[in-house]
């Protein structure tokens, strides 16, 4: 069973600070990685992905890939109090199911974040 | 702009009533998902759908059934509700490997 695996939090972090977001998970043959954020009552919408080890950057967020520790991170920069939500890390694997080409994700449990003012 | 729809916000059902949770997108994505998300539990994957009229049980299956008769359309069938189904119900649809989509999420209270 693939496990992904998150602090639960919550973190609070000062505003204008780094918020560093962790995850692990167990499936060596995952192929990719997705960072989404949710707010209270809402749906998850994706900030992120990375394929490739190493980092990746866009805007304030930056996403780093750590394969052989099978380990991803999100650091969000500058930080707002309109980051305050709950973060999911996302990895997909690379099984196969009959026909082809299905591929949901499996999802950590989310970290709560909450900027402070 | 990509849109994933779902029929109801919020819906009030009693145990032993079957329910039906729809799901449209516009985006012509194969793949199409039923999750629950649950406090504690995070999201769980119910079932999964690669093309039309096929479908794979994903982590919690029971007490569900799915239906894809067309490609945009993604059903969720609670065939008997049980008080353990009160939950966030969320679809999502992708091309395969491409980032995917969520809708606005179905708030589903079993009485």
């Known amino acids: 069973q693939k496990e992904v695996e998150q602090n639960s939090g919550p973190l609070s972090v000062p505003e204008g600070a780094i918020a560093s977001l962790n995850c692990t998970y167990s499936?060596?043959?995952?192929?990719?990685f997705f960072w989404y954020r949710q707010y209270s009552g809402k749906s998850p919408e994706l900030i992120m992905f990375?394929?490739?080890?190493g980092d990746k950057e866009d805007g304030r967020f930056t996403a780093q890939l750590n394969k052989a520790s099978q380990y991803v991170s999100l650091l969000i920069r500058d930080s707002q109090p309109s980051d305050s939500a709950t973060y999911l890390c996302?990895?997909?694997?690379?099984?196969?199911?009959?026909?082809?080409?299905?591929?949901?994700?499996?999802f950590g449990k989310g970290t709560h974040l909450i900027i402070q003012p | 702009d990509v849109k994933v729809t779902q029929s109801s916000r919020y819906l009030v059902k009693r145990t032993g009533e079957k329910v039906f949770l729809e799901c449209v997108q516009d985006?012509?994505?194969?793949?199409m998902f039923w999750y629950r998300q649950d406090p504690g539990l995070g999201l769980r994957l119910i079932y999964f759908?690669?093309?039309?009229?096929?479908?794979e049980k994903g982590d919690i299956p029971e007490g569900y059934s799915v239906s894809r008769e067309k490609k945009e359309r993604f059903s969720l069938i609670l065939e008997s509700a049980s008080t353990n189904q009160t939950s966030m119900y969320l679809c999502?649809?992708?091309?395969?490997?491409?980032?995917?989509?969520f809708g606005p999420g179905t708030r589903l209270t079993v009485l």
């Open positions: 999502a649809s992708s091309f395969p490997g491409i980032r995917g989509f």
């Open positions: 499936d060596r043959g995952s192929q990719s």
């Open positions: 990375i394929y490739s080890n």
């Open positions: 996302a990895v997909r694997g690379a099984f196969l199911y009959s026909g082809g080409g299905a591929d949901g994700l499996t």
């Open positions: 985006m012509d994505h194969e793949n």
């Open positions: 759908s690669y093309d039309v009229k096929m479908k």
